[in-house]
């Protein structure tokens, strides 16, 4: 089930530097993005830094809800903005999400018997990190030091 964590970022990847270059972002999906990255990011840093029990699934389920709503939140903006092939990248992303979490879950749950597993669940959690700083500075601060593009 890992090959979910290489799909969501493969459409994401496209979604960044395939329609996002393509067209004017606007400053409301300038800061949008990031955001959502990082309501992503929260639920899968508590897989790496918690244990599983009762009170860390409680937060990791409020995180991925939070996050799974979070990211529709500018569709109805998107409508005048993007292409349909970014509405349908967008629409690959919303199913892929909470599918992303219960694969993160049941990884956490089993990481002593899913090493390789818990491995890439790592990996997926400092990608999106990365990713978060990376719309950040692109997208927000490059502008500011007189590099935009």
Known sequence: ?????????VLMLVDEF??????????????????????VFLPL?????FAPNANTEIV??????FSCVCITKDEWI???HCSGFEHWLHAML?????????????????ADANAFGAILLKGQT????????????????????GRSK
């Open 45 to 49: 840093a508590v897989t790496i830094f």
């Open 78 to 80: 998107h409508a005048r």
């Open 60 to 65: 990791f389920i409020a995180l991925s809800v």
């Open 126 to 145: 400092v990608a999106v990190f990365i990713f978060f700083f990376y719309q950040v500075w692109f997208w927000n601060l490059r502008g500011v030091y």
């Open 18 to 39: 395939v329609c996002h270059y393509r067209r004017e972002v606007p400053k409301w999906e300038r800061v949008g993005h990031p955001v959502d990255t990082l309501t």
């Open 94 to 110: 919303f199913v892929l999400h909470p599918v992303l979490f219960f694969v993160a879950y049941r990884i956490w749950h089993d």
């Open 1 to 9: 089930m890992t090959w979910v964590f290489a799909l969501q970022a």
